[in-house]
């Protein structure tokens, strides 16, 4: 689950990092409020409006922009709400703008004394421990980075034995050229980072940038955080800040009808009942000569309710060509979700697509007699070949 840059700043404060303070807004009238409140807090009159949204990038698409005054910020304001702002982690269409950050300068006086720092705290998935990724290129698209300047990126790995050592955030602090004030304030900013991305169960942290001001703080400028799904029960508070309009509605709908469900780009839509059994049935479609349009998991209980469901997600691509269903009946009989196929078939108007549906496993072959007797455009298969062959024959 991704969060917004105002609420992954609130997360990281209160595990005692440093970061640009902010007040989030929905109108341009409640902007100037929040640049108001913010300039008594911190004393700031110069501001920085962010748009908030689910992506990278935004001050290229026009979504960062610095405020002089309040009249500007009320200007800037208009312009970023309600815009679709395009960036190099959107689609074409771009996002909507619903909510921005009205932030404080932190570039003061002494601007050419400070520096931008990259950070970021993720899994390495290769050794299976956490690691810290820096660079002293802040500011910039670590890609570009990573691509023409591989050797000013470095990394810290972690124990999960042991945790974050001291030394090894006096190394990061180190390496990155820091001394003096500076220096302490970092091993103090990496040591409160990495406990806040343990504490909340994050899989990612990307702050771009940390900044080193001119009087040696550091502070967190940007903050991307991402959470781990399967940690949020612990955190319900957490879950709580989930913005749906960030994410696509049709995830929004499948995760609501308990379906794991991932858009692909494909002719083929799938429904399988197991992720393991899905991934094969990728695999087949693809061998036989199409594409998955999708990765869809209805789970052990394919009822009729979620078969109807599952169905309505998957027609709503046009690009879906076919639709194989691809059941093994282990803990739901094949006959149920047979039912259950043939009731939403119905249920659905305008299914204009041929539906290969394969059935084994516990009273598959009256599955089978009930699919086929159906009358409907719907063609059934025992052995995985077959399926596959209808693919190939229909697509």
Request: glycine share 10%; aromatic share 6%.
């Amino acid at each position: 689950m991704n969060l917004h840059e105002f609420q992954g700043k609130d997360i990281l404060a209160s595990y005692g990092v440093r970061v640009q303070r902010g007040k989030v807004a929905s109108t341009p009238d409640e902007a100037v409020e929040a640049a108001k409140k913010l300039s008594e807090e911190t004393g700031t009159s110069w501001y920085v409006v962010k748009a908030q949204v689910h992506a990278g990038g935004r001050g290229k698409g026009g979504g960062v922009k610095l405020a002089k005054n309040l009249d500007e910020v009320r200007s800037i304001s208009e312009q970023i709400l309600g815009m679709m702002l395009v960036t190099p982690q959107t689609s074409a269409e771009g996002k909507l703008v619903n909510q921005v950050l009205i932030a404080e300068d932190v570039y003061y006086p002494g601007e050419s004394e400070t520096s931008e720092i990259y950070m970021s705290v993720l899994l390495n998935r290769e050794s299976g421990r956490n690691m810290i990724m820096y660079s002293t290129e802040g500011g910039m698209d670590i890609e570009a980075v990573a691509e023409n300047t591989p050797h000013l990126i470095f990394t810290e790995e972690i124990d999960p034995k042991v945790g974050l050592q001291g030394f090894q955030a006096r190394k990061i602090a180190f390496n990155l050229g820091l001394s003096g004030a500076a220096f302490k304030e970092m091993t103090k900013f990496v040591t409160s980072l990495y406990n806040a991305y343990e504490g909340i169960d994050a899989s990612l942290f990307e702050i771009n940038p940390v900044l080193k001001t001119s009087d040696d703080k550091i502070l967190a400028v940007d903050a991307k955080v991402t959470l781990d799904d399967n940690g949020l029960f612990r955190h319900k508070d957490y879950a709580a800040l989930r913005d749906t309009r960030e994410e696509d509605p049709i995830d929004v709908e499948a995760g609501e009808a308990g379906l794991n469900f991932v858009n692909l780009d494909g002719n083929v839509g799938c429904m399988v009942n197991g992720a393991g059994l899905a991934m094969a049935t990728m695999d087949i479609i693809k061998m036989a000569g199409g594409n998955p349009a999708n990765f869809l998991d209805v789970g052990g209980t394919a009822d009729a309710e979620r078969v109807e469901k599952a169905f309505r997600i998957i027609l709503r691509d046009e690009n879906v060509k076919a639709i194989l269903v691809n059941i093994f009946g282990g803990i739901v009989r094949c006959d149920r979700v047979a039912q259950g196929i043939i009731d939403a078939y119905k249920n659905i108007e305008n299914i204009n697509i041929p539906i290969i549906v394969r059935l084994q496993g516990t009273n598959a072959i009256l599955a089978k007699k009930m699919i086929d007797e159906s009358g409907l455009q719907v063609h059934s298969a025992i052995a995985l070949h077959e399926a596959a062959a209808k693919v190939q024959e229909l697509v």
